[in-house]
């Protein structure tokens, strides 16, 4: 059987790096189309955040961090091979969410609109109530549970990028800042609910029955 199984395991560990490279990609195209003269201080974007220009700063050192830690959280081998280092980097994920999520708050509140300052408290608490569910479950010796809160809990920084991605599309720009919350609430509400349904959809599916034969 571990012949047969073997296969399976490095196809899904193959897939999960060929997803986190193109994403990881895709967040590095985002935000330097977005913030590619954001060291130019008569830049418009620089202006933007000159108000909250030092929560900017640890917002996005911190924030992009626990998004590349992250990512190898997911990682089986590096598990396997070395705990120690797995370990060591959960654990600088867990402060880079509890630093980088209330960090959001500030920002939105003296630069978004009343709806981006909901979004951005609603996806923070997410980001936050996940992780320390994931901690919880580690430190109690609970390791399945560790690892379905973990992929609860990566999604919420996901939304930097998917929201990014689908804002400059032009039917979301033509309707202005209710496009833009639109899309943000929407990948929001997607990070929550999106790993449930990963997570259980393998119970879903219908399983084949085995019929009984005469003999037995």
């Not at 047969?4 to 935000?31: D, M």
């Not at 990566?154 to 930097?160: K, L, R």
């Not at 990963?198 to 084949?208: K, Q, V």
Request: charged share 10%; proline share 6%.
């Amino acid at each position: 059987m571990a012949t047969v199984a073997a296969p399976a395991v490095r196809s899904r560990s193959n897939r999960k790096v060929v997803f986190f490279i193109v994403f990881g990609l895709l967040t590095v195209f985002v935000t330097y189309m977005k913030n590619a003269r954001i060291f130019d201080p008569n830049s418009e974007i620089a202006q933007h955040f000159a108000p909250v220009k030092w929560f900017a700063i640890s917002h996005a050192f911190f924030g992009a961090l626990g998004m590349l830690l992250g990512a190898f959280q997911f990682s089986n081998r590096l598990r396997a091979r070395y705990l120690t280092v797995h370990k060591t980097m959960g654990y600088i994920y867990i402060a880079c969410v509890f630093i980088a999520g209330p960090l959001a708050l500030p920002m939105t509140t003296r630069l978004g609109s009343p709806s981006l300052v909901a979004a951005s408290t609603t996806q923070a608490l997410g980001w936050m109530v996940t992780t320390a569910i994931a901690l919880y479950c580690i430190r109690t010796g609970n390791v399945a549970q560790h690892r379905r809160w973990m992929i609860r809990s990566y999604p919420f920084a996901m939304v930097f990028t998917v929201a990014r991605l689908i804002i400059p599309l032009p039917p979301v720009m033509r309707l202005g800042i209710e496009g833009i919350n639109t899309v943000v609430w929407s990948t929001i509400a997607a990070a929550a609910f999106l790993p449930n349904i990963l997570l259980e959809w393998r119970a879903m599916a219908p399983r084949p029955t085995v019929q009984a034969t005469a003999g037995d």
